[in-house]
């Protein structure tokens, strides 16, 4: 099966997973789970298809076939982690003295990441609003590398406009990453917008049950690719066959997770948006979203993640948090329960509190990662926690 001859539904289910797919395969209809971290070879100077499971793996190579064909791309890659594929990317395409340009709102991790590169190789970061793309050419430097942007972004659901910052940086050679994990690549493909290379955290919703740690990398440039695949041989950075054998499984259900997510955070969203004790409703599919048009423009849904402000600051969000019965207290998003958490005390703690402010991520910010559960009861979970505080 090549990429374009089926539909997203029909590629998320079976590409990588043909029965045929493997020299030698016993028409299985489920890739095996090849735990062999060696292969024998019959040559001393000639290896098979496969020589070391560092280097390439059968089970991780259906995976990134399948990585490639969802985000309609050349190549996939898969790695051990969202951190170490952007790991993997910095390694790659840094070199010290680089500047790099970012969206201010992104993954805490991500900014923790790049303050790494900063202080060890002298990495140069300018953070600006994506929102607004002269803001991205204005900050371009003559040693600019790329542009690093997530839409919608973490925790603030902000949404830039990929084609148009991705012309504005391919006039000055510069490359576009994208952060495609809050969308998934069932509503939204960075790279047919222009972008150069799209990074996931498989954690969320490509594994989608909370079960995995991991991460992948989607391009077209083949020589980029073999550089990067070189690198993560190098490195390490490779997720075990039995996390690719449990994405791959997650994967053929994402469409039918994301159009559920999807309708509870629009209903959960719209709950929030006329409640007396919230200040603030951060979600790309409600009408007053500002970005609302713009990625209505470039993605075919909206996800299912929802931030929001609750009257008052830190000590009523942390009590609201803590009634919840339903929702899970936790980091991480994307698996099919609901979890909620406090950015700035949680996943964003990780970065200092100015950065925080510069961002906009409030003490009395929330972000919902929306299951698939029955979407009145998870009402009736908020309706009960709000009338705690
Ligand atoms: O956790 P890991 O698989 O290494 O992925 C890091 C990462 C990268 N990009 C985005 C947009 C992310 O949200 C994350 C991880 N985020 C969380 C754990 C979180 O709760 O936001």
């Known amino acids: 099966m090549t990429h374009q001859d089926h539909s997203f539904d029909t590629r998320s289910i079976h590409v990588g997973e043909e029965p045929e797919y493997l020299e030698g395969s016993n028409n299985e209809v489920v890739a095996p789970i090849y735990l062999s971290s060696t292969f024998a070879r019959k040559q001393v ?22 990585y490639a064909s969802l985000e309609n791309t ?7 982690s969202g951190l170490a594929a952007e790991t993997l990317l910095m390694f790659t395409l840094i070199r010290p003295g680089d500047h790099i340009i970012g969206f201010d709102d992104l993954y805490g991790g991500t900014k923790r990441l790049m303050n790494q590169w900063k202080e060890a190789y002298g990495l140069q970061v300018t953070l600006v609003d994506a929102t607004q793309p002269s803001l991205i050419e204005e900050a371009i430097q003559p040693h600019t590398k790329l542009v690093w942007l997530e839409s919608p972004t973490n925790p603030l659901l902000k949404v830039c406009d990929i084609k148009a910052i991705s012309e504005i940086a391919h006039k000055y050679n510069l490359l576009v990453i ?17 972008a150069d290379i799209v990074v996931h955290s498989v954690t969320k919703y490509i594994g989608g049950h909370s079960d995995v740690i991991g991460g992948a990398i989607m391009l077209n440039d083949p020589i980029l690719y073999e550089k990067l695949k070189f690198n993560q ?20 259900t994402l469409s039918l ?20 004790k919230v200040d603030r409703v ?13 990625n209505c423009s470039q993605a075919s849904g909206f996800g299912g993640m929802v931030s929001f402000e609750i009257k008052g600051g830190e000590k009523e969000a942390v009590q609201f948090l803590e009634s919840l019965d339903l929702f899970t207290l936790a980091e991480s998003l994307g698996g099919v329960e609901s979890l909620i958490e406090h950015p700035a005390l949680m996943t964003h703690s990780s970065i200092t509190r100015q950065e925080r402010e510069q961002a906009g991520i409030k003490d009395s910010l929330i972000r919902v990662s929306v299951g698939v559960e029955d979407k009145d009861d998870l009402i009736r979970d908020l309706e009960q926690a709000f009338s705690k505080i």
């Not at 159009?259 to 709950?271: G, K, L, P, T, V």
Request: proline fraction near 9%; include cysteine.
């Open 45 to 66: 100077t000639n290896h098979g298809r496969f020589e070391y499971s560092r280097t390439s793996n059968p089970t991780r190579l259906a995976l990134e076939k399948r």
């Open 74 to 80: 050349q190549f996939g890659l898969g790695l051990a």
């Open 178 to 194: 994208v952060d495609n994990t809050f969308l998934s690549p069932y509503f939204q493909n960075p790279v047919q917008l222009g």
């Open 233 to 252: 041989n190098a490195l390490g950075m490779v997720p075990s066959p039995f996390d690719c054998y449990l994405v791959l499984r997650g994967l053929k």
């Open 257 to 276: 997770r994301m159009e559920r997510h999807q309708s509870n955070a629009f209903a959960i969203a719209s709950y929030l948006e006329k409640h007396p």
């Open 282 to 294: 951060y979600y790309p599919g409600l009408p007053s979203h500002p970005q609302y048009a713009l």
